[in-house]
Each structure stands twice: as structure tokens, then as C-alpha cells.
């Protein structure tokens, strides 16, 4: 039988309590333990009253499943969320792979409207950037001003981003 130190709630150790009963309070497990102590007659096993404290400020709570890290309410336990998947970095993306999604989002004919209403010379800037540009990184300044134009947060971006990479 195992046993968990719960200490605010987080479970920071298991040990084995076998044969113990652990105390209401969950201050301390006891129950009977035995050693072997060699004499000039042989082996002697003797039995002793075991008691196993839990730290100041935790508590002991008897269960097979939980483990380090996971937390405990009251009543359950829960293990900790796996960790999250790694963020895909927002890499270059072509021409084509932007105005496709553009397009899937209905976007794609706000773009030329918006860099029209920018004053001079961010509108000439933007129109060269927007036409000839090879490819877009997701850090230059057009992308904000359009992102902006359109009513895009920086979030949508990214996620449009990222769906973009995937074209």
C-alpha cells in the first residue's frame, strides 16, 4: 500500500506504508515493523511500533494512483496537464501561400483598398512590399498595417499565419 505527502495541495512524494494505517488527521502512518539483529544465538526478529510523519504543514493520503506533481483538493486527485505542445515558429511565408489564405478568409480584396488609404510614402512603400515582395515574414512592419486595416488582433494573425504555412 502506497501513501502521498500532500503538502498545499501538491502531492510532493509517495512511500510505501505497507501494513500502516495512516491517522484521521493524516499526520502519521503506524502500524508494526520488523528488523533482524544478529546474536551469538543466530538471527532475532524483532517487532516495533513504526510511525511515519508527514512534514510540517502536509498531510498523508493513502492512494495507488496518484504520483509527484499531480494535486489533491480535498477529496481527488488530478495528474498535471501534459505539457503543452511546443509553439510553431511563424517562418517565412510566399506570395501565393498568403493571398490564398486571403482569400479563403474573404479578405483578399480588402488588402489593395487598405494600402490605398495609407498616406504617402508608407502607401508607396506598401504598394512595392505587397506586389513584388517574394516572399513575408511575419515581423514586418506591412503585415501590422494591414492586420490593423482589416480589423485583424494579433492572434488572428498569427493563426492565419500559421494556416498560411501549411499551404
Not at 520488523?34 to 502536509?58: H, Q
Not at 505587397?130 to 498595417?145: F, G, K, T, V
Request: aromatic share 4%.
Amino acid at each position: 500500500m502506497h501513501a502521498v505527502i500532500v503538502s498545499g495541495g501538491l502531492v510532493t512524494a509517495v512511500i510505501d506504508i505497507t501494513g500502516k494505517t495512516i491517522d484521521p488527521d493524516g499526520r502519521a502512518a503506524r502500524g508494526p515493523a520488523t528488523y533482524s539483529v544478529e546474536g551469538p544465538g543466530g538471527a532475532e526478529e524483532v517487532t516495533y511500533e513504526a510511525v511515519i510523519e508527514a512534514p510540517d504543514g502536509a498531510i498523508l493520503v493513502a492512494t495507488e494512483e496518484a504520483a509527484p506533481g499531480w494535486t489533491w483538493d480535498g477529496h481527488d486527485f488530478a495528474s498535471p496537464d501534459p505539457d503543452p505542445e511546443p509553439e510553431i515558429p511563424l517562418r517565412p511565408i510566399t506570395r501565393r501561400q498568403l493571398r490564398l489564405t486571403l482569400l479563403a478568409h474573404g479578405v483578399l480584396d480588402q488588402v489593395e483598398p487598405a494600402i490605398l488609404s495609407l498616406a504617402e510614402p508608407d502607401r508607396s512603400i506598401a504598394t512595392i512590399e505587397w506586389q513584388d515582395a517574394s516572399e513575408y515574414r511575419r515581423d514586418h512592419p506591412l503585415i501590422a498595417q494591414i492586420g490593423t486595416a482589416l480589423d485583424l488582433d494579433e492572434p488572428t494573425i498569427d493563426e492565419l499565419w500559421r494556416e498560411a504555412m501549411a499551404r
